[in-house]
């Protein structure tokens, strides 16, 4: 295997284990009540209160692709998130994001865009959230300032 081999494979390999470790946040999070889903309500919370932001997901499927008012209102958010340095990734499957941090009883009809907050008490540390500010600092090193994850199959 050549080293440009080596180089391509690398980042798929990071990116499958940041799709893994993006799962376990939205779920200890969605456990410990901090996730805040929904474009408007995800606002709300941004301008209410920045600092308790830690993490945003943005999420894009193909239905949504044209829609000019959500493209605006991803990159309002996007633009917040870059002042406020809050760490912020894309992903292209809404459906399974919303299985992820959506009740099963009720399906979720906006997870566009999903927010980890920090707890008024800050006692909740998740090493896979670590593990995600990291690539997203990796990834502005290479001027990839929203990187897309893929979250893993169920």
Known sequence: ???EEVLIQKPA???????QALEEV??????NDSLTVGVYECAKVMNLDPDSV????L???EEFQCDIALQIHFTL???FCF???I???RVSDMQRLAEIVGDKAEPLEDAHCVLITNPADGSWEDPALEKLHLFCEESRRLNDWVPEISLPER
Do not use: Y
């Open 1 to 3: 295997m050549t080293l």
């Open 13 to 19: 390999e990071r990116a499958q284990c940041t799709g």
């Open 26 to 31: 939205l779920v200890s999070a969605k456990d």
């Open 54 to 57: 830690s993490f945003c997901v």
């Open 59 to 61: 999420a894009m499927d």
């Open 77 to 79: 958010i996007q633009s």
């Open 83 to 85: 002042d406020n340095d």
């Open 87 to 89: 760490s912020i990734v």
